[in-house]
């Protein structure tokens, strides 16, 4: 293997491999730019018991298997869930401060409810704070994009056995014309009234005859088969679509779930979203880890979270960059990042997966060398690497896991998310995808914080 | 991109590429071991008008596109087929030469199709020739390994509308204890009884509800997941099953059908033979090229067509080596390659695409440098790149296409397909799988007769 190690200044290292060439940089600028109180902290970090409590962390993230038990109404299974409660994306945030595609879920979502008979009197319930607007995150659920989960929507119910944490995601709403997209049309309305109705009874009875779902184990083959298992998991729903087929087929009027389910080639993304969370509920459980275990943005601001700590420490959302726009918009139309879904690079998948996966390959350049610097970048952020995730076009290597704190802050490189862009103003839904890095300002403030319990 | 260029000694050349780089391999050997009449034919056949009618069976090959219309009981749509009549892989065979996992799944076949009650009654049959036993190619079909296709059969109806053929394949029976792996137990008859009472009938209310399927169109998306589509086609089966979910939520009492389609992993295999065939049906009918348009084997004997010549050119089939055999089997265990999957192989896929394809690296060595090297020695025997197939692990270049006889001797390099093994004696089924290497001998004479009718 040619390997070349280049000292300072990347732009060599850049070059070299751009031939094609393996490249070790050593990165001898001071560590977080010198800071000094910055060093200090990471000076501090890196003693002996932080790494037990990392290691611990990491045994989490790495070796516990969530389980898909049920289909359930959110208000029946998630914890503190209020009868007129809106769970949304990221960190916890006042309605006057809510992004434009994540009010119009809103209400959507409130109309879907039945709280509101129409678009205009849901926002008057939503100005008069008639609603309860709250963070998915801390009632250990997850929430894609503009997400607004109501009490009646049905949830993926995940059980991590060996942690003893449940966790839950709404069942997705497809593409298209769709409210976790910025959309409230009658069609995204009504798409809301068809999960409650009709997807969330009739997944419930096909897990049942299904019996608990490993979605990992099924991850693990979608990485094998290009999946990013973030803004791809093609062939993971593939593969969940397969097993459900004799109790699909089993249910009286199918018709249109299968429908839904037939167009809907991310199906599997929530499920896996929700399997992620019931890692992190564990991991998060280890005090005085400096492993990242929220990381999560509603379209305004973006918040980190480490294990034992139940701070946010927030900075603004930042813009999708490394992007593909659909035809006719362009980085002026986009929302900044939102949603939960970054819970994925925290397992070793997404933007830490990409090396693997053709499909997002072409939203960071086209090539997959492109695509293997994505991994590459969080590889020199992670303290571990997946067990259970490994990257072909790596020799099967294990994809980077456990976004550590002082590595991000010592080397200002920040986690990539694979993720999609909304419209920021005129209700369009999707406008592109592409890859977010997560803004510094945040692990900072986590890292002093950090410093400053031990 | 360190490139290095090897002169004369392949030994040195590999030792190279063990160590990463990518060689060039430059063979100065005398092309076809300097034997003089054969070296005479290639001399004759790299005129300028033998490009010509190549450029045409390319074009076939590469640019035309088959469309799954139907799916109907053989005896309806297969020209030619008998009503006692049996269809099997390879080229034509007597019944004392065939192979033992053949003549098991023969025997199933007479009794499913009701012409005797039980095995023996079969055989007594077969021995007296009274089963017609044809050989599927000689009637625009393919079946895989050791399929004996009855006229009772349902298969998938595909059409070419460009090239104005139509080719057939059998629905696939799917894993374990079934005739087509070898076997003649009650459950293996009893899936022959069921694809004809159950799977054909609602398989074709299936086709009839989606329209007419592109399977290469699946096929190109299953490349870029990591199907080689002949030894894995588990994410192009994903993708198909997806396509056909509302069909099949709309049958009444599906359940069997579906537990038939959730577990056969290989579901997509005879979808996409068929489609190959329908290609290579036209590729044949353009006179005088030197490209294969046959590649076909029955477990004894391995045959070889060029485009625009009706003859078979035969030799001994090979065994199946760079395999991976089931625990407590081993290359004694094997019966000799079979199958008429290597049309695959004819038009981009299966050994051509197995550089893509991290679950048959595992059968050539594990790594994806190995499964690189059976695509490389494709693409020195073929005469173009396709279009339609591309391997994101080769920069997304095209799939070697189109395999040229006069390459084949000259380099004696031959096609590689990746196969399933079969046992040879005791009817246990399916012992393993691997890459075999086509006889160098059935080339030769091909080569020789192309040069003879010039």
Redesign the interface.
Known sequence: ??QVVNLGLRAFADAVAA???EVVHVDVRPPAHGDPVLVRALTDLYRADQETANAEVLRRLDQEVPYVVDVRPAKDVVPGMGDRMILHAGPPIAWDAVCDPLRRSMRASVVAEGWADDLAGAERMLVAREVDVAAANEHDTVVPLATALGPSMPVWVVDNPAGGTRAFAPLGQGSGDVAWLGRESVAAIERLVFLRAVAGPMLKDVVARLGPIDPFAIAA?GV???DDVHMRV??S???L???M??G????DD??P???Y??AN?LFFLTMAMASAKALTLSAERVPGSSIVTTMARNGTTYGVKLAGDRRWFVTDSPPVEAALFYSGYGPSDAAPDIGDSAVLELVGLGGAATAGS??V?AFVGG??AEAARVTGEMRRICAAESTRFKL??M??RGTPLGVDVRRVVETEVTPRVNTGILHARDGAGQIGAGVATAPLAAFREALLALAEVR
């Open positions: 293997m040619i031939q094609g060439a083959q094998q088969m290009g093609q062939a729903t593939g593969l679509l397969r097993s087929l004799p699909i087929a089993a249910l199918a018709v779930l299968a429908a389910l037939s080639h053709p499909a390959a090539s997959m072909p076009t020799d099967f």
